[in-house]
């Protein structure tokens, strides 16, 4: 459906740029304007910004003022709609007419085919000459060398152009978010040792199957559970069959070289893992409701107690309320990815590719004004001023605010100590009395920063070694605490060598398979679920075969054929 809308709007865009520069509009056609001043000499930038529910004012705003203050501009804040749909539709009205600001914070709203279409009929000017330039990118030549090449693939345009500013704050966490949780209250009373292949948890689920493993007189539990249809790493068939094969839901991949695209859902490899889930549906070890439950029975199952569940998959604190204190969510330990039977464990992965998160237009007068600001979202402070709010407020480097204070990767030794100290972040936790806290600055409507929209960078290195310094203090007991640094010690780099990168397509190769990939990753998670419950046989050398001619007559090799020409694109 998402991609379904996205077609639908890259068709709009084409549409109304027809429209626009066959009539002589489009900023793109104009002669470079007069800068724009205010009296007092300063640049006047205007700058389309998506809205945000909890900004009070953009205008009346301690960071539109920081930026005024610090590049000696005025900034005329226009604000635009906050759903995406909206702001795309105002975006386009305002490219038809030419009346588009100087620069847009879409924050997410624009679509990569979109922005590039734009840029190649030239709303959105190219910036390469000035991210070429040593003087007009201090900031941004101090990042990370490993991230800026990461950085400058994704904000690459497959025409070779660079259109947009990107936001990149990567985390294993949101990259390989299927953690692997089992029930060890359980494992313990039956004496039964943690999984760490297939094999031994199949073993341990039919042993827990029949047994009244959490003392309620019933042998009522679920072996293995999670959300299919869901997000957040719910899914635990997927995160099961990357024990056979890597395979990341909706995406091709590649083979072992890393030189050639294939499609990991044709495999042996994953026919053999299809197989090891149907043996536990018939043995009454993995859940057929998973196929189908909302996140309301996903969370309603998953929080009742006594505990039900034995294993499940899952990123999101969300699905378990005050997990602090919930008794169900304290059964159950992270453990890595299991080992299959040919030695693979890996772990869904999605490489980061950040998201692009400012442009300028062909209407700003002094597009070399407008860059520098916006490179100025790269300074290592401002970037945390992006997400948290003003220094000293929000955050802080001071030392004597930080001696003392750990987090879970200092205190298991990941990294050596905090760098930042957040406040007033601390959100449904403990203040030091041991009180409930209810409010931070996410939940409150401000006017103090833009709320984490604009360019930044956030090394993962900066994540880790935050601490918040005015809520409850750490506690090592507190598994809650603790998940994020099992998660990163049980998954970093539990992927392949070769991971297939976010493509850049054409406009032509968009619409040319967007379709395809649509109906083919629609019609793989419904085959994937018949063959696990048996309604397709897995065991079938022709119910497969059929399986494999329907994604090729949905345009399965128009879709790889096509992601090859953007990979060796990619790659020359």
């Not at 009070?56 to 301690?62: G, L």
């Not at 009522?220 to 068939?237: E, L, M, N, P, Q």
């Not at 994953?270 to 309301?296: C, G, M, Q, V, Y």
Request: charged fraction near 20%; glycine fraction near 6%; hydrophobic fraction near 40%.
């Amino acid at each position: 459906m998402i991609l379904r809308r996205t077609i639908l709007v890259l068709l709009l865009t084409v549409f109304v740029f027809g429209i626009a520069f066959a009539a002589g509009g489009g900023q793109a056609r104009q002669p470079a304007r007069e800068p724009r001043l205010t009296p007092d000499g300063r640049h006047h930038l205007i700058v389309g910004m998506r809205d945000h529910a909890n900004i009070t004012d953009w205008q009346d705003n301690w960071q539109t003022q920081h930026l005024e203050s610090v590049h000696n501009v005025h900034l005329e804040m226009n604000v635009m709609p906050q759903a995406a749909a909206d702001f795309r539709t105002r975006v386009n009205l305002e490219v038809a007419a030419g009346n588009m600001p100087d620069i847009y914070v879409p924050a997410g709203a624009l679509t990569e085919e979109m922005i590039l279409n734009f840029g190649v009929n030239g709303a959105f000017i190219p910036l390469n000459r000035y991210f070429d330039d040593p003087a007009m990118t201090p900031n941004w030549r101090r990042i990370d060398p490993a991230d800026l090449e990461q950085m400058l693939n994704s904000i690459t345009a497959s025409d070779g152009n660079i259109y947009s500013f990107p936001q990149f704050n990567p985390e294993v966490a949101t990259q390989a978010p299927h953690r692997l949780y089992i029930n060890q209250v359980w494992l313990d009373r039956f004496n039964i040792r943690t999984p760490q292949t297939t094999d031994e948890l199949r073993a341990a689920l039919l042993r827990l199957r029949d047994a009244d493993v959490n003392g309620n007189g019933r042998r009522d539990s679920i072996g293995v559970y999670g959300r299919y249809g869901g997000t957040a790493g719910a899914d635990i068939i997927t995160a099961l069959i990357n024990s056979y094969i890597f395979y990341t839901r909706g995406r091709l991949g590649l083979d072992p070289s890393g030189r050639t695209v294939i499609a990991p859902f044709t495999e042996p490899e994953f026919r053999e893992a299809l197989r090891f889930l149907n043996d536990l549906h018939r043995e009454r070890i993995l859940e057929p409701s998973l196929f189908t439950d909302d996140e309301n029975s996903f969370r309603a199952t998953i929080n009742t107690f006594p505990n039900v569940v034995a294993f499940l998959s899952f990123q999101s604190m969300a699905h378990w309320p005050n997990g602090i204190d919930n008794p169900s969510f304290q059964q159950m330990y992270c453990i890595p990815p299991l080992r299959g039977p040919r030695g693979i464990a890996y772990t869904p992965y999605e490489p980061y590719d950040g998201r692009l998160d400012a442009m300028i237009t062909s209407n700003a007068p002094a597009p070399e004004v407008a860059f520098k600001m916006l490179e100025y979202f790269y300074d290592a402070d401002m970037s945390i001023t992006v997400r948290f709010g003003p220094p000293d407020l929000h955050w802080t480097r001071d030392p004597e605010k930080l001696a003392g204070v750990v987090n879970a990767f200092t205190y298991m030794g990941v990294f050596p100590a905090i760098t930042v100290g957040t406040i007033g972040l601390d959100m449904g936790g403990r203040n030091a009395a041991g009180e409930p806290t209810l409010s931070s600055i996410w939940s409150s409507r401000t006017n103090l920063f833009w709320r984490a929209q604009g360019p930044r960078y956030a090394p993962e290195s900066v994540g880790n070694t935050r601490a918040d310094i005015d809520g409850a203090p750490f506690d090592p007991n507190n598994r809650v605490d603790m998940r994020n640094v099992f998660h990163f010690q049980n998954y970093l780099g539990k992927w392949p060598q070769h991971v297939l990168p976010h493509l850049k397509f054409t406009v032509d190769e968009a619409m040319a398979t967007g379709q395809d990939v649509m109906t083919i990753n629609d019609f793989v998670s419904q085959a994937k679920a018949e063959f696990v419950i048996g309604t397709r046989d897995i065991n079938s050398d022709a119910a497969w075969n059929a399986y494999i001619s329907d994604l090729n007559r949905m345009g399965l090799q128009r879709w790889i054929s096509t992601s090859q020409t953007a990979y060796d694109r990619l790659m020359r």
